[in-house]
């Protein structure tokens, strides 16, 4: 599947950091539970690809990205992983060549219109707006949309779910990252079940 195709199966992506690949697997059924069935690991901590590799084997079910590659070596380790698809949060033309070369579906970040131009003219039609900064994000995309109609993003950083619906009412807005479905004190206490009621709200929202 391309990453348009992956967003369009969800309106909500956890963004999800894992400190304790142990508890990966039962996070990922949690998640699924609710409905979510697309979320990104970020590679920030030592558990980070093990725990992805978990949720991998724990919910097959589930497209499971990489989130912050940034160089060749983070693409071919989340590959390794079992991987769905990757997220950065910009992009390089050596990153766009290796996702590339991994034929890894990717979700690369942008801030800018000069971004935005530089990641299509790579190749991606489908970005991810970071950092969204909370709701402001909104009107960032309602300018860029008719400057560039045929890319569609995901906007993630700072978004809470009060936000969520303003940013799906936009026509180029395929989905929202996030990481209060998944909030850190809840796993860290392994409440799958207010996860899930988490996830459940979450997978409820859908776009105008």
């Not at 304790?20 to 970020?42: C, S, Y």
Request: proline fraction near 7%; charged fraction near 15%; aromatic fraction near 6%.
């Amino acid at each position: 599947m391309d990453m348009r195709s992956i967003l369009q199966a969800t309106a909500v992506m956890p963004v999800l950091t894992v400190q304790d690949a142990t508890t990966a697997g039962d996070l990922a059924l949690a998640l699924v539970e609710g409905g979510i069935t697309v979320f990104e690991v970020l590679l920030r901590t030592p558990a980070a690809i093990a725990g992805l590799a978990a949720m991998v084997r724990a919910a097959p079910q589930a497209r499971i990205g990489a989130g912050t590659l940034l160089h060749r070596d983070d693409v071919l380790r989340a590959v390794d992983a079992g991987a769905d698809f990757g997220v950065s949060p910009a992009l390089t033309p050596g990153l766009a060549a290796a996702v590339h070369e991994a034929r890894l579906p990717f979700l690369p970040g942008v801030n800018t219109p000069s971004e935005v131009l530089a990641a299509w003219d790579l190749g991606f039609d489908t970005q991810k707006l970071f950092p969204a900064q909370g709701a402001q994000g909104v009107a960032w995309l309602q300018a860029i949309g008719p400057v560039f109609p045929l890319v569609h993003f995901c906007p993630t950083g700072g978004i809470r779910a009060a936000d969520v619906p303003t940013y799906l009412a936009l026509s180029n807005c395929l989905a929202v990252g996030g990481s209060w479905v998944a909030p850190p004190d809840l796993v860290q206490r392994r409440d799958w079940k207010a996860i899930t009621a988490l996830a459940r709200q979450a997978s409820a929202m859908r776009r105008t």
